[in-house]
């Protein structure tokens, strides 16, 4: 278990990024910039659904 200084001080040297969560410490996977286009691409979908769904 970790305080929330712990993390942040081991966070500042890591080479990878992580998430705190109750105390504990999960590392998180890589982010690429095709990772991020798909994201970006699925959340404007997304977006497009759902306003024709409440303007309906």
């Known amino acids: 278990m970790y ?3 712990e993390y942040l001080e ?3 040297e890591a080479e990878y990024k992580s998430e705190y969560y109750r105390g ?3 590392a998180m ?3 690429s ?3 991020n286009r798909i994201t970006e691409n699925l959340s404007g979908e997304i ?3 759902l306003k ?3 303007s309906a």
């Open 10 to 12: 081991l966070e500042r």
């Open 52 to 54: 024709l769904v409440t």
């Open 47 to 49: 977006y497009i659904a």
């Open 33 to 35: 910039r095709n990772h």
């Open 3 to 5: 305080t929330e200084q």
């Open 24 to 26: 504990e410490v999960f």
């Open 29 to 31: 996977s890589g982010v």
